[in-house]
């Protein structure tokens, strides 16, 4: 739960950061990329259980 609570606080200085900056904010500004990371994330989990599972 730290990690968590830690990289939340991390992006939000970043984008307050780049803000302030006036320069584009460094994440993706549509919901299905935010999505897509987290199928990404998935994808590596289930492949792990597959390689278990196999060996």
């Known amino acids: 739960m730290k990690e968590i609570l830690l990289a939340l606080l991390a992006g939000i200085?970043?984008?307050?950061?780049?803000?302030?900056?006036?320069?584009?904010?460094?994440?993706?500004?549509?919901?299905?990329?935010?999505?897509?990371?987290?199928?990404?994330?998935?994808g590596g989990i289930i492949a792990d259980y597959i390689k278990a599972l196999f060996s």
């Open 13 to 42: 200085i970043v984008g307050i950061l780049f803000r302030f900056l006036k320069l584009p904010l460094p994440a993706p500004p549509v919901f299905s990329a935010i999505v897509g990371v987290f199928g990404v994330y998935f």
